[in-house]
């Protein structure tokens, strides 16, 4: 018997006749996958179907791919250009503001 792992995330979703299965922007969003891009699917030594952004390296683990990740967001930190406001700025500007009490 196969021992799953655990899931962060889960939603169950329906596989048409042709074997398409629809993922939910949120997952295809955590792990990577791009529209238009290839991806690497295949089974791990559990029997578990796996799918992977075809740029993850083989061999790369996940404290690397982790890594790799965090420095690629990083980069982008603080970068987004408005035109009227820093990034800052624009943040306060689209968020409820909330009333203090007095």
Known sequence: MNMH???DEETVVNMTSKGQVFMPKA???RIGLVPGQP???GINDRGE????PAHVLVG???DERRSRIRA???AAAGTMKTGFASTDEYMDYIRPHRLDPE
């Open 5 to 7: 792992s655990k899931f």
């Open 27 to 29: 997952i295809r969003d």
């Open 39 to 41: 991806v690497r699917i």
């Open 49 to 52: 179907a796996v799918v992977l």
């Open 60 to 62: 790369e683990t996940t």
């Open 72 to 74: 690629g967001i990083l």
